[in-house]
């Protein structure tokens, strides 16, 4: 729609309705697609078609992150999370990023790779020179398994064959089949595919087929993302840019050497992107199998984004893992607050998705090693911890800010104390607290 910002000052501020009128107008929600923001979106009856043994429904905060520009387009990026600092740091670094002209992101076709084993082979290589000279017939019977996809310009784009001589249960050759699934996840066609083609392969090689499914290691279908900050917009009252930057940089080097920061670095990362990929419907378990195989692709766990500073004084940070997202089937469609979080962020390709999440995983770092950087990360995070600490002891409404500021005013953000606070409240003719013993 003409006129959209991803940009409110102050959006946190707001009253809860006043968000949602706001993101409704932004993205033309209707009246009917509003109300599920408030419902939880899914009716038991719908809960009990999409998975087994269904006996009720577990609601997590919908939230949306402000103030993205991706490609030169305005983006509200819709979260479900339950930590607390997450999409206020994210908006923030959304912020920041503004300063540079945004985010800057790619990603590659939608290609997915599926994998046949075959056993009981006696010469590995003659299997898989025999695999290859019938790539047209392995080809016919793929495609054939998925027409709708081929219809949209999908299908097989080729095929690998791996020998592996020597593995505990004995030699044994994979056949990659690499397809492009278009809009969609691809788990379900993959796997499709490869059934189809298991019989053929047994038939070309003489072989025994065992497994014959997907690979959650996407790294045919890689999302990248890029920004540039200058000094002046990382400046802090305490600190200057320059030495923001500078902390950064070297947060980023432990990051490089040390697998056990590594570790706590790509979490960060993925705390933005499992969020967009769990408020879209799709399978956040296959995106972090997928993102953390690929940070250890060279045999040492890596992070999986890259800070550096220019001639220019400026930061820079790149972003690169696979993000195998859809936009059609699955939960994507099915839950009804999936189709909603697609309609906030406007996009119309699977692509575009990846890429949009591919910056918010460049965001949330940038958010994480700014705030290492600076003040801390605990500062934010703990601020918004103890409003969830207030309501663990039963506060509810007003009590519930009351209780947190009082909690971070005496740094002592526990559940005892919290309990303390709220019997004081309750307890008071005035309503407040026992100052004296709060100090």
Not at 27 to 51: I, K, R, Y
Not at 86 to 105: M, P
Not at 163 to 182: C, E, I, K, Q, S
Not at 242 to 248: E, S
């Amino acid at each position: 729609m003409s006129g959209r910002t991803s940009r409110y000052p102050g959006f946190y501020r707001l009253p809860l309705e006043a968000r949602v009128r706001w993101v409704a107008e932004q993205a033309g929600l209707t009246p009917e697609e509003q109300a599920l923001l408030s419902n939880g979106g899914l009716t038991l009856e719908e809960a009990d078609h999409l998975v087994e043994n269904v006996i009720g429904r577990f609601a997590l905060p919908f939230a949306v992150a402000v103030n993205f520009l991706i490609n030169g387009r305005e983006i509200l990026i819709p979260m479900v999370i339950e930590e607390p600092s997450v999409v206020a740091a994210l908006s923030h670094a959304a912020r920041l990023a503004r300063a540079g002209g945004g985010f800057h992101a790619g990603s590659d076709e939608p290609i997915m790779r599926g994998q046949i084993q075959v056993m009981d082979l006696p010469d590995l290589p003659a299997a898989a020179r025999a695999i290859e000279e019938q790539i047209e017939a392995i080809r016919t019977t793929a495609e054939a398994a998925t027409p709708s996809i081929v219809a949209r310009g999908g299908g097989f784009r080729g095929l690998e064959t791996i020998l592996f001589p020597d593995t505990p249960a004995g030699p044994m050759l994979v056949v990659h089949l690499l397809y492009d699934v278009r809009d969609a996840m691809g788990a379900n066609a993959v796997n499709t595919v490869c059934e189809a083609v298991a019989p053929l392969i047994a038939r070309i090689t003489g072989g025994r087929v065992v497994l014959r499914i997907l690979s959650n290691l996407a790294d045919r279908r890689r999302a990248w993302a890029e920004v540039r900050i200058p000094p002046e917009a990382l400046e802090t009252p305490d600190f200057p840019g320059d030495l923001v930057i500078q902390g950064i940089l070297e947060a980023q080097a432990l990051a490089e050497v040390d697998p056990y920061r590594a570790a706590t670095h790509n979490k960060g990362i993925m705390n933005g992107i499992d969020a967009v990929a769990l408020a879209t419907g799709n399978d956040w378990r296959a995106i972090e199998a997928g993102a953390h195989a690929y940070a250890a692709r060279n045999g040492q766990y890596r992070p999986l984004t890259r800070w550096w500073r220019d001639e220019g004084g400026a930061l820079h940070g790149r972003i690169e893992l696979p993000l195998a997202v859809g936009i059609v089937g699955g939960a994507t469609q099915a839950h009804p607050l999936a189709r909603v979080a697609l309609k906030i962020l406007g996009v119309s390709s699977a692509r575009e998705l990846a890429e949009i999440m591919a910056a918010v995983g460049l965001a949330q770092n940038l958010a994480a090693l700014r705030a290492l950087a600076t003040e801390g990360i605990q500062r934010g995070h703990m601020e918004l911890h103890a409003r969830q600490i207030a309501m663990a002891a039963g506060a509810a409404g007003q009590e519930i800010d009351r209780i947190a500021q009082q909690l971070v005013a005496e740094r002592n953000i526990r559940l005892a104390r919290a309990r303390e606070l709220l019997q004081e409240l309750r307890g008071s003719a005035t309503g407040g607290f026992d100052q004296e013993r709060a100090e």
